[in-house]
Nanobody, 126 residues
Framework: QLQFVESGGGLVQPGESLRLSCSAS????????VGWFRQAPGKEREGVSC????????WYRDSAKGRFTISRDNAKNTAFLQMHSLKPEDTGVYFC???????????????????WGQGTQVTVSS
């Protein structure tokens, strides 16, 4: 059973940083693109960032560019999302998921991704 467990969320003030982790169990991350997604209250889920299995290509939504960095450690079966200069609009539950490379997926919306974790709450508030 493919499963992710997210961690690292919390309550921070605007301008602060958080590092989210996403550990996979039941499968090896090799060969999968990993995506980070978030869902704010009352809003639809949206893609934040994706990284391919070779750590060669990555995608960020416009609001995350320059502030967030996605990375992965296949040996540890873990992916990360380093977030700097956090803003109140970054608040939400952050999830990670995986998509088989070559299988067709959309980072911005999460289509084609599976094995969703339970998420970790990020709250940015003064």
């Amino acid at each position: 059973q493919l499963q992710f467990v997210e961690s690292g969320g919390g309550l921070v003030q605007p301008g602060e940083s958080l590092r989210l982790s996403c550990s996979a169990s039941g499968f090896a991350l090799d060969g999968y693109t990993v995506g980070w997604f978030r869902q704010a209250p009352g809003k639809e889920r949206e893609g934040v960032s994706c990284i391919d299995s070779s750590d060669f290509m990555s995608w960020y939504r416009d609001s995350a560019k320059g502030r967030f960095t996605i990375s992965r450690d296949n040996a540890k079966n873990t992916a990360f999302l380093q977030m700097h200069s956090l803003k109140p609009e970054d608040t939400g539950v952050y999830f990670c998921a995986a998509a088989l490379e070559g299988g067709g997926y959309v980072c911005s919306g999460g289509q084609g991704f599976g094995s969703w974790g339970q998420g970790t709450q990020v709250t940015v508030s003064s």
